[in-house]
């Protein structure tokens, strides 16, 4: 099983980005799959989820920007659509699945991570 993290980039505040995870494997076993990020000296921290039946479940708390989680089943592909996007959201993004419900806030619940994708935000 293997997940790539794609889309992260530089740009300004205001501005969004679509980042992607690609799924490759046997992905049909996945209970789900989260973005999460960490900036530099930070822990890492829960964005959003989508299960495999389709449902979300998002960070309402620290992640104050309309960030929206879809999935493309065909495409074995997971987005996080984000908006309005603050130098505050500046940090390294993942993308994680986990095989086994339970606390999707949780990043110890996902055994597979991508590689992440750097997200700048600036001024």
């Known amino acids: 099983v293997q997940l790539q993290a794609s889309g992260g980039g530089l740009v300004q505040a205001g501005g969004s980005l679509r980042l992607s995870c690609a799924a490759s494997?046997?992905?049909?076993?996945?209970?789900?799959i989260g973005w999460f990020r960490q900036a530099p000296g930070k822990e890492r921290e829960f964005i959003a989820a989508?299960?495999?039946?389709?449902?979300?479940?998002a960070n309402g708390d620290s992640v104050k920007g309309p960030f929206t989680i879809s999935k493309d089943n065909a495409k074995n592909t997971v987005y996080l659509q984000m908006n309005s996007l603050e130098p505050e959201d500046s940090a390294v993004y993942y993308c994680?699945?986990?095989?086994?419900?339970?606390?999707?806030?949780?990043?110890?619940?996902?055994?597979?991570w991508g590689q992440g994708t750097l997200v700048t935000v600036s001024s």
């Open positions: 494997g046997d992905t049909f076993s996945f209970f789900a």
């Open positions: 994680a699945a986990r095989r086994y419900s339970g606390s999707l806030n949780i990043p110890e619940g996902y055994g597979y």
């Open positions: 989508i299960k495999r039946s389709g449902s979300t479940t």
